[in-house]
């Protein structure tokens, strides 16, 4: 394979940055761009050690590195590597870069290194994936699941649904080797136990997807409310930082804000909203919008309401959106003197529990913090289970149940064989698109094309 070079530790200042090289000329590479101590070259007789010098260019130093040779294939990508460990910044790394490039390297693409790990059998795809779950993850327990990911786990549990759709493959054929009555009614017992033992593992798999993407995306967690509630303040408070303006003027958010909160383990995908009201204003009405629409993709909301004020027909209205979501109702400015009582507020919101805030006295926020995660931890998001927490693969997973349905309900009818072999066929393309068997070029561009160059 020709020889790839990137830049592979983040952009911007640093304390040192990696330039990493894969392919047959990385080492020859090395040697021509590397001196060290006492003109020593580069020593490849010391492979997978560190070695320390200079980068010189036509007798110009471009940096004081350390350097590691590693010679094929037990390297990331199976290949000769070369790894230049510079001085963190654009300059020192782009030029080492540029002198790796002008001899003989080329820039490697996005995701390129992994994908040689892949198409080098060093990994199998949903490997290759957790590689990019792994730097994306903003949670410890998201972190996690993409290691047992990358540890081959979830590798494990598609290859067993690929060995299980291989053996229903087995009995057809054996069925129509000897279509004797006897055994064909034996098979066809045998097929539909082992058919049905694999719709229900896959089921399995997929109801695991929610809880995958909440620990891929955070728990979307929407604050709506009347305008002037104290949304954006609440915001502000939770994260520790004056994100969202604030003012007593109602109408004054007027696009969704969203950012990430960490609370202990959960990563809160947080969105303030536009004030909820009946407006003619064009610009306010589009942010109302856009605020029913962050709640109708909420997996919490906020529902904030303000004890000062006697609630309206808009509060009303309000209450009866977030029916059967899964809501907090929070009544904030409970520091004002006045406003409704206890009655009023029971009144309101009839069995609902609700709880009593004060932003601007920072009252109530711990039970808040603590109310979040009790929700959250009821839908079960602790443990280490496995999960699905990549898309990709849960389409591919939707379209293995779909033929496997069709394969069951097929043979329970009596379809012919014949016909079953062509479903059978699909969900083991399928499969193999997850599994790596079955992959094609276009596929690979796009799953690599999610990763950063470097990697
Ligand atoms: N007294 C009191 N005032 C509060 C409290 N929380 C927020 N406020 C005030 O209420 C006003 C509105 O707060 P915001 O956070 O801008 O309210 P909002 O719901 O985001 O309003 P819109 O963006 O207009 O929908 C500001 O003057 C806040 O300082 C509270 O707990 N007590
Ligand atoms: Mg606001």
Redesign the pocket.
């Known amino acids: 394979m020709d020889t790839i070079a990137a830049i592979s530790t983040a952009t911007g200042p640093g304390g040192i940055g990696i330039v990493r090289l894969s392919g047959e000329d990385a080492l020859t590479i090395g040697k021509k761009i590397f001196q060290g101590i006492g003109q020593k070259g580069l020593n490849l007789e010391e492979n997978r050690t560190l070695q320390y010098g200079h980068i010189v260019r036509d007798g110009q130093v471009l940096d004081e590195v350390l350097i590691a040779p590693m010679a094929g294939p037990k390297t990331y990508t199976r290949e000769d590597m070369l790894e230049i460990y510079c001085h963190g910044g654009r300059i020192a790394l782009g030029r080492v870069l540029d002198y790796c490039l002008d001899s003989g390297a080329r820039l490697a693409e996005a995701g390129e290194f992994t994908r040689r790990a892949f198409l080098n059998g060093r990994l199998d795809l949903s490997q290759a994936e957790a590689v990019v779950d792994l730097i994306e993850s903003k949670s410890q327990e998201a972190y996690d699941q993409s290691l047992l990911q990358l540890e081959g786990a979830l590798g494990e549990a598609f290859q067993g649904m690929e060995d299980q759709l291989m053996e229903l493959s087995g009995l057809i054929v054996a069925n129509i080797d000897f279509p004797e009555d006897d055994i064909e009614e034996l098979n066809r017992e045998k097929f539909l136990n082992r058919a049905q033992d694999l719709q229900e593992s896959i089921q399995g798999l997929i109801k695991t997807a929610g809880r995958g993407k909440i620990l891929r995306d955070g728990i979307k967690t929407v604050i709506v409310?009347k305008?002037?509630?104290?949304?954006?303040?609440l915001l502000n408070l939770l994260l520790g930082q004056d994100r969202?303006i604030?003012?007593?003027?109602?109408?004054?958010?007027r696009d969704s804000i969203e950012e990430y909160i960490n609370l202990d383990d959960l990563v809160l995908h947080m969105i303030?909203t536009?004030?909820i009201r009946s407006t003619e204003d064009a610009v306010e009405k589009i942010g109302v919008e856009r605020s029913l629409a962050a709640m109708d993709q909420a997996d919490l909301v906020l529902a904030?309401f303000d004890r000062s004020q006697s609630f309206d027909g808009e509060d009303e209205k309000l209450l009866d959106r977030l029916e059967g979501r899964k809501v907090l109702y929070l009544v904030?400015?409970s520091?004002?003197p006045g406003g409704q009582n206890k009655e009023d507020l029971d009144d309101f919101f009839k069995d609902r529990p609700y709880l009593l805030?004060?932003?601007?006295?920072k009252e109530g926020i711990a039970s808040l913090e603590e109310k979040i995660k009790e929700i959250c931890y009821e839908g079960d998001l602790g443990g280490s289970d496995l999960t699905i927490t990549n898309l990709r693969q849960l389409n591919v997973l939707k379209r293995v149940k779909k033929s496997v349905d069709a394969i069951y309900e097929g043979v329970l009818a009596g379809v012919p064989m014949d016909c079953i072999e062509v479903d059978l066929r699909d969900a083991l393309d399928s499969i193999g698109e997850i599994t790596g068997k079955a992959v094609t070029e276009d596929i690979l561009d796009r799953i690599f094309h999610e990763f950063c160059i470097g990697k």
């Open positions: 409310g305008p002037n509630v104290g949304k954006s303040s969202a604030v003012t007593d003027i109602p109408g004054t958010t303030d536009a004030g904030l904030n400015k520091d004002l805030l004060s932003v601007l006295k």
